[in-house]
T-cell receptor, first 117, second 112 residues
Framework: GAGVSQTPSNKVTEKGKYVELRCDPISGHTALYWYRQSLGQGPEFLIYFQGTGAADDSGLPNDRFFAVRPEGSVSTLKIQRTERGDSAVYLC???????????????FGPGTRLTVL | SQQGEEDPQALSIQEGENATMNCSYKTSINNLQWYRQNSGRGLVHLILIRSNEREKHSGRLRVTLDTSKKSSSLLITASRAADTASYFCATDDGGSQGNLIFGKGTKLSVKP
């Protein structure tokens, strides 16, 4: 498909486990963003990649969260020692150009709903 | 942290009526965007308005931006049941990274 895809669509895990969430951006989009959305809230920024490098990871809540984008396309968000408070929908978005601040419409994937029991 | 605050939090109208949602933000911005979300999943971009623009139209959507008041409004005219969704405003932080800062959203319900 032509859009951003995310897998899995749903993930249920137990407290303390490790999870990986995958994002496939739109082909050719150099900018990739991860957001987290809790129930009843708007999405909150986690991390931004420009190409392979994390240009801004200031939104990651703590060192249990880590993300990679080794070839500048697919990205994986990794969460270690999951906690119940990590339960949320994790959204990925891509953009055709870096965040110049002038025109940065972002194309969102359907999200991964993570539930930590 | 969240920058934008939408108002109202929830809005219920009849099909055919107009729906107006407002958004306020705190810092200087390069642009402001409105997104729509169905059923708490992926967001769909609706419209982007730059900081030097005051009004923009796209189909049944009209967006205004008042940078002196740090506020924006989204008007949906002649609403349809299919417009039922949550609507979010999102701003950048005035920098160059492009990460968006979202409000909590307005939940719009359009009754047939």
């Amino acid at each position: 498909g032509a859009g951003v895809s995310q897998t899995p669509s749903n993930k249920v895990t137990e407290k303390g486990k490790y999870v990986e969430l995958r994002c496939d951006p739109i082909s050719g989009h150099t900018a990739l963003y991860w957001y987290r959305q809790s129930l009843g809230q708007g999405p909150e920024f986690l991390i931004y990649f420009q190409g392979t490098g994390a240009a801004d990871d200031s939104g990651l809540p703590n060192d249990r969260f880590f993300a990679v984008r080794p070839e500048g396309s697919v990205s994986t968000l990794k969460i270690q020692r999951t906690e119940r408070g990590d339960s949320a929908v994790y959204l990925c978005a891509s953009s055709p150009q870096p965040g110049t601040g002038v025109h940065n419409e972002q194309f969102f994937g359907p999200g991964t709903r993570l539930t930590v029991l | 942290s969240q920058q934008g605050e939408e108002d109202p939090q929830a809005l219920s109208i009849q099909e055919g009526e107009n729906a107006t949602m407002n958004c306020s933000y705190k810092t200087s911005i390069n642009n402001l965007q409105w997104y729509r979300q169905n059923s708490g999943r992926g967001l769909v971009h609706l419209i982007l308005i730059r900081s030097n623009e005051r009004e923009k139209h796209s189909g049944r959507l009209r967006v205004t931006l008042d940078t002196s008041k740090k506020s924006s409004s989204l008007l949906i005219t002649a609403s349809r049941a299919a417009d039922t969704a949550s609507y979010f405003c999102a701003t950048d932080d005035g920098g160059s990274q492009g990460n968006l800062i979202f409000g909590k959203g307005t939940k719009l319900s359009v009754k047939p």
